[in-house]
């Protein structure tokens, strides 16, 4: 029994393409273009007009074909019958749609940068404090090395605690905690525990509202 998918009439076409360009499959294309499998088995079927724009975008330079191209080697015969005028204003629409396309993309592109910026902004306003004193701090350490380090300490434990705290991050529990051993927020660094059996927390842990960023190291007491 023939291969069914070679019975739908662009199949060969497609695969020719892909075969050009090194990608071995429809799963493997559907990957690197970043469309579904769905639109894909539309552009073999030669449904080209059921497709959205954003999905030949996408597909246009992993093929490396041209938009137009690609355009009119998957049409239907129907609209390669149609006359050049209504082809041609087509195009044009399609290519106007391009540009609108890679507009948006940079104003997306933009955005990002700007939210990065003020990302980093606020970030620097919770740790001013430390980075003015850290400095001075160090300076004052190696100049004395029987400083205490208990005086140095709020210098970091307070902005970071204020910077995690406008994230979100919590941590799961205070170092030197005695507590019920969960393998899903701990970490066994020695011995051997049963979950609910007491584990001591040598590295605390951190989560961002219910997301586990970093599990507590804990060991068996």
């Known amino acids: 029994m023939p291969n069914t998918q070679y019975l739908i009439p ?12 090194g990608i071995s499959s429809f799963k493997a294309l559907s990957r690197a273009a970043g469309v579904s499998e769905r639109q894909l088995l539309r552009l073999r079927q030669g449904k080209l007009e059921q497709m959205r724009v954003e999905v030949l975008l996408k597909l246009s330079p992993v093929l490396q074909m041209p938009l137009s191209e690609l355009v009119t080697t998957f049409s239907t015969v129907e609209l390669l019958q149609e006359k ?6 087509l195009l044009q629409q399609i290519a106007d749609l391009r540009t609108e396309y890679d507009r948006s993309q940079q104003q997306i592109e933009q955005q990002q940068e700007i939210l990065l910026q003020e990302l980093q902004q606020s970030s620097l306003q919770l740790l001013e404090s430390l980075l003015l004193q850290w400095p001075t701090a160090v300076q004052k350490a ?4 029987q400083l205490a380090a208990v005086k140095i300490v709020p210098l970091v434990q307070k902005p970071l605690e204020k910077l995690l705290q406008a994230w ?13 051993y969960d ?7 020695q011995g051997t525990a049963q979950p609910g ?3 001591k927390v040598r590295y605390t842990g951190y989560l961002q509202g219910e997301k586990l960023l970093y599990r507590a190291k804990v060991s068996a007491v």
């Open 183 to 189: 393998p899903q927020l701990h970490q066994l660094m």
């Open 10 to 21: 662009n199949t060969q076409k497609l695969q020719d393409l892909m075969q050009q360009v």
């Open 84 to 89: 050049t005028a209504p082809t041609q204003e």
């Open 142 to 145: 190696q100049e004395n090395p």
């Open 168 to 180: 979100g991050v919590e941590a799961i529990a205070r170092v030197g905690a005695e507590l019920p």
């Open 197 to 199: 059996e007491k584990v």
